[in-house]
């Protein structure tokens, strides 16, 4: 629909632009406070002092007055459950007030012609009449009326509901008015445009009066309305008229809501698809485009002509003339925000939906290829300057058609999009073109008749009162022991053995449930053995629960259900790593189960070729990754090892290379020459029973002969040049900062407390000094912290410092990073931070010994380091013992920025 006046009346909109152009209106003999704002060719405007923004448009030449009044109001203007609220409205007000109780028999009796009209962002009511003092006069006073004293009661609603409810189904009997609707609905996450202005049918029909009301209330005031009067009539009069049923209306005290929410750019093609009874195949294609205001509007305007119009259109010509379709078309939405702009076929039954839609998305989205000639934009100008003309030429039509521009926000765009049309640029059109017509902005609807639809039942709400009548609750758990995790509890209950060369602790408690946590560690091979293994020993890992000689793939699955465990495996350079959620009765099962696991597993070739495409698509899923960039850069930074070596860190490229390369031999050849009982940690916590737990280990590990030796891999500190790096991720609108720092010590060095205490206050806890200035003073992440990677032997430590950030927030965020460690340098912590600092976290540090599966893996690697929870306690008096010149001493000796090695991944604009 490309004329000047596209009227889509109630569930629609009445869409006109508009434009510029502005003499002051004349002054002479107002009335009082009324002020004379703008003359625009031969449309007058007024100002009421209650706000009332006036429009006159006189015009002798036909014998008839035209009296519009706008509301800029719309369903762009409800809130959650209030769909329909503003096309409801525009139903009651025609019910009446205590003075006018029937209005439309009243208009009737008059011989108005009247009606009125909602959409997205403006409802109106008008009314044309042959010219006529008595009723013109009238009419004003029945509007003033209806702006503040329409009744809006439950009686009225009632008995509109059965007329507003025809409507809708009327509406729903239209494919092709749904299947807009429904690429509307797809195309707008967050906006209102995508709900239709006819509402929600549970929202229309379970509408709260009180709520409605307040609608009234908040939008029918003076101060949100344009009253246009067009036609023949005496301007001086009319102004008065005007004055005196508008003008006692008091200017509201309340402010209107500001409405912000825009939706962000699409980003991949969208489809949906309508089945029902009847009618004929519909393709319609929605793309977003600019606002009605726009300068781009002008050039979309002429693009639905030069690819909609019949005959000269791009769309008549290859879809209906090629007999692909019965017939095209195209129109754009013209919004106060972004809207729409659809194009469409209608097929005759038997035409080929394929065939079409691939016809009708390659015509539109092959602008850049085939390119907009200026015949046909000279074509396209002419026809839209002669229908603006035709309609410029009719007062009915002017005053109403006002009402578009009025919602885009200024009545003065109907001129403007005129210029705009009449100046536009063959260089303009093509590039919008260009620049929406493209496959990540569409959003494709196809409606296909269907003689016996099969659908889902329909939506009802759940009445919760008589869903829980029948409900009765089990026995309460039974109350389990009080366990002070301590450290002195946790060794004193530890009980500790070994199976062959793997080392047990087991450290039975009550729990809830019965639940037990357990981990099995067990460690091969050396720097030799394991070179250029780091890919295979990952996929031995990986397939070891995907069926062994004796159990399939889903019966493993199967068992692990039955006995109520969750098992996850997984794999770091020399080592395999197995932990249980289990129960009491069912963890010597679960036990048993893994080690048929570890010690028959099958290699299937087709979990494999799954794996290995899982893994492929992780890797290019990081490849674009802003995150895994920056890590993946880092980590690479300064690595003095060969590519074999199973400490060097691989680009995303040997990654794919590594695991390309794959067979089923190689993990077999692996498992048989690493995998075995030789050395190892298991250790559960929990409501288990430790004999049972014992036999069960035993039984799974018994005769299991050791793999190869293991000698622990050494990760000596390497000293990286310092160097800062900045990676482009182009359309992401999320950025990373990453900060790395090698630190020359391990979690048993007498700084240890110190340092940890140091990182605390300054970027790991929730009143740190990173966050508090980076996330709740300035408000520029989401997440920033810093945070210690302690290691347990090498004195190879690692400081980290991380932010996430819109990319335009780069230079800020790397600003306020800086300046607060500086501060932290410079300054130091306060008292008042390490006393509130030590007492979160030791209270951070007690929480994660009460933590079950935490707990295991402490054991765990207790057992390998040759340790107790004594240590722990000694580091908890250390930190409690800790004076602020040693806090401040352990930052600044060992965080130093002139050492930093760190990188900025982001989509960041020149």
Same mark, same amino acid.
């Given at each position: 629909?490309?004329?000047?006046?596209?009227?889509?009346?109630?569930?629609?909109?009445?869409?006109?632009?508009?434009?510029?152009?502005?003499?002051?209106?004349?002054?002479?003999?107002?009335?009082?406070?009324?002020?004379?704002?703008?003359?625009?060719?031969?449309?007058?405007?007024?100002?009421?002092?209650?706000?009332?923004?006036?429009?006159?448009?006189?015009?002798?030449?036909?014998?008839?007055?035209?009296?519009?009044?706008?509301?800029?109001?719309?369903?762009?203007?409800?809130?959650?459950?209030?769909?329909?609220?503003?096309?409801?409205?525009?139903?009651?007000?025609?019910?009446?007030?205590?003075?006018?109780?029937?209005?439309?028999?009243?208009?009737?009796?008059?011989?108005?012609?009247?009606?009125?009209?909602?959409?997205?962002?403006?409802?109106?009511?008008?009314?044309?009449?042959?010219?006529?003092?008595?009723?013109?006069?009238?009419?004003?006073?029945?509007?003033?009326?209806?702006?503040?004293?329409?009744?809006?009661?439950?009686?009225?609603?009632?008995?509109?509901?059965?007329?507003?409810?025809?409507?809708?189904?009327?509406?729903?009997?239209?494919?092709?008015?749904?299947?807009?609707?429904?690429?509307?609905?797809?195309?707008?996450?967050?906006?209102?445009?995508?709900?239709?202005?006819?509402?929600?049918?549970?929202?229309?029909?379970?509408?709260?009066?009180?709520?409605?009301?307040?609608?009234?209330?908040?939008?029918?005031?003076?101060?949100?309305?344009?009253?246009?009067?067009?036609?023949?009539?005496?301007?001086?009069?009319?102004?008065?008229?005007?004055?005196?049923?508008?003008?006692?209306?008091?200017?509201?005290?309340?402010?209107?809501?500001?409405?912000?929410?825009?939706?962000?750019?699409?980003?991949?093609?969208?489809?949906?698809?309508?089945?029902?009874?009847?009618?004929?195949?519909? +393709?319609? *294609? &929605?793309?977003?485009?600019?606002? $009605?205001?726009?300068? !781009?509007? /002008?050039?979309? =305007? %002429? @693009?639905?002509?030069?690819?909609?119009?019949?005959?000269?259109?791009?769309?008549?010509?290859?879809?209906?003339?090629?007999?692909?379709?019965?017939?095209?078309?195209?129109?754009?939405?013209?919004?106060?925000?972004?809207?729409? +702009?659809? *194009? &469409?076929?209608?097929?005759?039954? $038997?035409?080929?939906? !394929?065939? /079409?839609?691939? =016809? %009708? @998305?390659?015509?539109?989205?092959?602008?850049?290829?085939?390119?907009?000639?200026?015949?046909?934009?000279?074509?396209?100008?002419?026809?839209?300057?002669?229908?603006?003309?035709?309609?410029?030429?009719?007062?009915?039509?002017?005053?109403? *058609?006002?009402?578009?521009?009025?919602?885009?926000?200024?009545?003065?765009?109907?001129?403007?999009?005129?210029?705009?049309?009449?100046?536009?640029?063959?260089?303009?059109?093509?590039?919008?073109?260009?620049?929406?017509?493209?496959?990540?902005?569409?959003?494709?609807?196809?409606?296909?008749?269907?003689?016996?639809?099969?659908?889902?039942?329909?939506?009802?709400?759940?009445?919760?009162?008589?869903?829980?009548?029948?409900?009765?609750?089990?026995?309460?758990?039974?109350?389990?022991?009080?366990?002070?995790?301590?450290?002195?509890?946790?060794?004193?209950?530890?009980?500790?053995?070994?199976?062959?060369?793997?080392?047990?602790?087991?450290?039975?408690?009550?729990?809830?449930?019965?639940?037990?946590?357990?981990?099995?560690?067990?460690?091969?091979?050396?720097?030799?053995?394991?070179?250029?293994?780091?890919?295979?020993?990952?996929?031995?890992?990986?397939?070891?629960?995907?069926?062994?000689?004796?159990?399939?793939?889903?019966?493993?699955?199967?068992?692990?259900?039955?006995?109520?465990?969750?098992?996850?495996?997984?794999?770091?350079?020399?080592?395999?790593?197995?932990?249980?959620?289990?129960?009491?009765?069912?963890?010597?099962?679960?036990?048993?189960?893994?080690?048929?696991?570890?010690?028959?597993?099958?290699?299937?070739?087709?979990?494999?070729?799954?794996?290995?495409?899982?893994?492929?698509?992780?890797?290019?899923?990081?490849?674009?990754?802003?995150?895994?960039?920056?890590?993946?850069?880092?980590?690479?930074?300064?690595?003095?090892?060969?590519?074999?070596?199973?400490?060097?860190?691989?680009?995303?490229?040997?990654?794919?290379?590594?695991?390309?390369?794959?067979?089923?031999?190689?993990?077999?050849?692996?498992?048989?020459?690493?995998?075995?009982?030789?050395?190892?940690?298991?250790?559960?916590?929990?409501?288990?029973?430790?004999?049972?737990?014992?036999?069960?280990?035993?039984?799974?590990?018994?005769?299991?002969?050791?793999?190869?030796?293991?000698?622990?891999?050494?990760?000596?500190?390497?000293?990286?040049?310092?160097?800062?790096?900045?990676?482009?991720?182009?359309?992401?609108?999320?950025?990373?900062?990453?900060?790395?720092?090698?630190?020359?010590?391990?979690?048993?060095?007498?700084?240890?407390?110190?340092?940890?205490?140091?990182?605390?206050?300054?970027?790991?806890?929730?009143?740190?000094?990173?966050?508090?200035?980076?996330?709740?003073?300035?408000?520029?992440?989401?997440?920033?912290?810093?945070?210690?990677?302690?290691?347990?032997?090498?004195?190879?430590?690692?400081?980290?410092?991380?932010?996430?950030?819109?990319?335009?927030?780069?230079?800020?965020?790397?600003?306020?990073?800086?300046?607060?460690?500086?501060?932290?340098?410079?300054?130091?912590?306060?008292?008042?931070?390490?006393?509130?600092?030590?007492?979160?976290?030791?209270?951070?540090?007690?929480?994660?010994?009460?933590?079950?599966?935490?707990?295991?893996?402490?054991?765990?690697?207790?057992?390998?380091?040759?340790?107790?929870?004594?240590?722990?306690?000694?580091?908890?008096?250390?930190?409690?013992?800790?004076?602020?010149?040693?806090?401040?001493?352990?930052?600044?000796?060992?965080?130093?920025?002139?050492?930093?090695?760190?990188?900025?991944?982001?989509?960041?604009?020149?």
């Amino acid at each position: 629909m490309h004329a000047t006046l596209r009227s889509f009346v109630t569930a629609g909109f009445l869409v006109l632009t508009c434009a510029v152009g502005a003499q002051p209106a004349a002054t002479a003999a107002l009335p009082n406070g009324v002020r004379a704002v703008m003359s625009v060719e031969g449309v007058d405007e007024y100002r009421l002092p209650n706000g009332l923004q006036v429009l006159l448009v006189p015009d002798d030449s036909k014998p008839t007055t035209t009296v519009n009044l706008t509301y800029r109001v719309g369903s762009r203007h409800e809130r959650y459950g209030e769909t329909g609220m503003a096309h409801l409205l525009e139903h009651m007000l025609f019910k009446g007030t205590p003075t006018h109780r029937d209005p439309k028999a009243e208009l009737s009796q008059r011989g108005l012609a009247f009606n009125g009209s909602t959409s997205f962002d403006r409802t109106n009511y008008f009314a044309s009449f042959a010219a006529n003092d008595a009723n013109l006069k009238w009419y004003l006073g029945l509007q003033a009326d209806a702006m503040v004293n329409s009744n809006v009661a439950r009686k009225d609603l009632d008995t509109e509901m059965t007329v507003v409810r025809n409507e809708m189904e009327s509406g729903e009997n239209n494919p092709s008015r749904i299947l807009s609707q429904r690429a509307l609905a797809l195309m707008f996450d967050w906006h209102n445009y995508g709900h239709s202005p006819i509402g929600a049918r549970a929202d229309v029909e379970n509408v709260d009066i009180p709520s409605l009301q307040a609608f009234y209330r908040r939008y029918y005031q003076p101060d949100n309305a344009t009253l246009v009067v067009s036609g023949r009539f005496d301007p001086t009069r009319t102004l008065g008229w005007i004055v005196e049923s508008f003008g006692a209306l008091p200017k509201p005290s309340r402010t209107l809501p500001v409405l912000y929410t825009l939706d962000p750019t699409q980003d991949g093609e969208r489809s949906v698809t309508l089945r029902r009874v009847g009618g004929t195949p519909l +393709l319609l *294609a &929605g793309y977003h485009v600019p606002s $009605g205001s726009s300068a !781009d509007d /002008a050039p979309i =305007e %002429l @693009l639905t002509i030069i690819l909609g119009d019949t005959p000269s259109g791009r769309l008549h010509q290859r879809l209906t003339q090629n007999q692909l379709a019965s017939g095209v078309y195209a129109y754009s939405y013209d919004l106060a925000d972004p809207g729409a +702009l659809f *194009a &469409g076929a209608s097929l005759a039954p $038997g035409q080929d939906v !394929d065939k /079409a839609r691939g =016809e %009708l @998305l390659a015509t539109l989205e092959s602008i850049a290829r085939e390119p907009i000639t200026a015949a046909e934009l000279e074509r396209a100008r002419a026809k839209w300057l002669n229908d603006w003309d035709q309609s410029f030429t009719n007062p009915e039509q002017v005053g109403v *058609a006002l009402s578009g521009p009025i919602g885009l926000g200024d009545w003065r765009l109907f001129f403007l999009t005129r210029d705009r049309v009449r100046d536009v640029k063959l260089a303009d059109v093509q590039r919008v073109a260009q620049q929406y017509l493209v496959p990540s902005n569409r959003t494709l609807a196809t409606y296909l008749p269907t003689e016996a639809p099969v659908r889902a039942p329909a939506p009802v709400r759940t009445d919760i009162a008589k869903e829980m009548s029948a409900f009765k609750p089990q026995a309460a758990a039974a109350k389990v022991e009080a366990f002070e995790a301590t450290p002195a509890n946790l060794d004193a209950r530890t009980q500790t053995f070994a199976v062959g060369g793997v080392k047990a602790a087991l450290l039975p408690k009550g729990t809830r449930g019965q639940a037990v946590s357990a981990v099995l560690i067990l460690h091969f091979g050396d720097e030799k053995s394991l070179a250029g293994q780091n890919a295979t020993a990952q996929a031995v890992a990986s397939l070891l629960d995907k069926g062994t000689t004796t159990l399939s793939r889903q019966q493993v699955q199967d068992k692990l259900d039955a006995l109520k465990t969750e098992l996850n495996i997984s794999s770091t350079p020399g080592r395999v790593v197995v932990t249980l959620q289990s129960r009491r009765d069912q963890l010597p099962a679960a036990i048993e189960l893994v080690g048929d696991l570890l010690r028959h597993p099958v290699f299937a070739p087709d979990t494999l070729d799954e794996f290995k495409r899982a893994v492929q698509t992780g890797i290019e899923q990081q490849r674009k990754d802003p995150g895994s960039l920056a890590r993946n850069a880092l980590d690479r930074l300064g690595n003095p090892y060969p590519r074999q070596d199973t400490r060097y860190k691989p680009t995303f490229d040997e990654l794919v290379e590594d695991y390309r390369g794959l067979t089923v031999e190689r993990l077999r050849e692996f498992h048989a020459r690493f995998y075995g009982a030789g050395q190892g940690e298991f250790a559960a916590v929990g409501d288990l029973d430790p004999a049972k737990v014992r036999t069960a280990l035993q039984s799974a590990l018994a005769g299991w002969q050791p793999g190869a030796a293991f000698t622990r891999v050494p990760l000596p500190l390497v000293d990286v040049k310092p160097a800062q790096l900045l990676i482009a991720t182009p359309d992401k609108p999320n950025a990373n900062m990453l900060v790395r720092l090698a630190v020359p010590l391990n979690d048993l060095d007498p700084d240890y407390p110190a340092l940890t205490m140091a990182n605390f206050l300054l970027g790991s806890g929730s009143n740190a000094r990173l966050w508090k200035r980076i996330r709740e003073a300035e408000g520029l992440s989401y997440d920033v912290r810093s945070q210690i990677d302690w290691f347990n032997i090498d004195r190879n430590s690692t400081w980290q410092a991380s932010a996430i950030f819109a990319p335009q927030n780069r230079a800020k965020v790397d600003a306020a990073f800086r300046e607060e460690l500086a501060r932290a340098l410079k300054d130091g912590f306060t008292d008042k931070e390490l006393v509130e600092g030590k007492a979160s976290l030791l209270s951070l540090r007690q929480l994660s010994r009460a933590q079950d599966g935490g707990v295991a893996f402490a054991l765990a690697n207790n057992l390998y380091l040759d340790r107790t929870f004594a240590l722990a306690a000694k580091v908890d008096a250390a930190i409690g013992q800790l004076t602020l010149e040693q806090v401040n001493a352990a930052l600044r000796k060992y965080v130093t920025p002139d050492k930093f090695v760190s990188v900025f991944a982001g989509d960041f604009k020149p």
